[in-house]
């Protein structure tokens, strides 16, 4: 049974950081590629961020790059998300994902997901 549990997230004043992690459980970490989505109220779920397998390639959205960046530790099975410079309409509850293969930007592409952890950004 493969999970993932996101944690880290919170509330926090624009201009301020959080760092997102997710650890995953049951399945070989390594060989997946690892997504961040989020999705504010009322919204679809949108893509933030994802890596390669082996942390060589990375890809971000436009509304977060140069702010956000990805990394993840394969001997800790787990993914991070560093969040600078936030800004209120980063606010959105924040998922990880993994799939098999080569990274994919789209919600359908991935194969396992997190709950999610609660980001609020005030202004």
């Known amino acids: 049974q493969v999970q993932l549990v996101e944690s880290g997230g919170g509330l926090v004043q624009a201009g301020g950081s959080l760092r997102l992690s997710c650890a995953v459980s049951g399945r070989t970490f390594g060989s997946y590629s690892m997504g961040w989505f989020r999705q504010a109220p009322g919204k679809e779920r949108d893509f933030v961020s994802t890596?390669?397998?082996?942390?060589?390639?990375?890809f971000y959205a436009d509304s977060v790059k140069g702010r956000f960046t990805i990394s993840r530790d394969n001997a800790k099975n787990t993914v991070y998300l560093q969040m600078n410079s936030l800004k209120p309409e980063d606010t959105a509850v924040y998922y990880c994902a993994m799939k098999r293969g080569a990274i994919r930007l789209g919600v359908k592409d991935y194969d396992y997901w997190g709950q999610g952890t609660q980001v609020t950004v005030s202004s």
């Open positions: 890596i390669t397998w082996s942390g060589g390639s990375t």
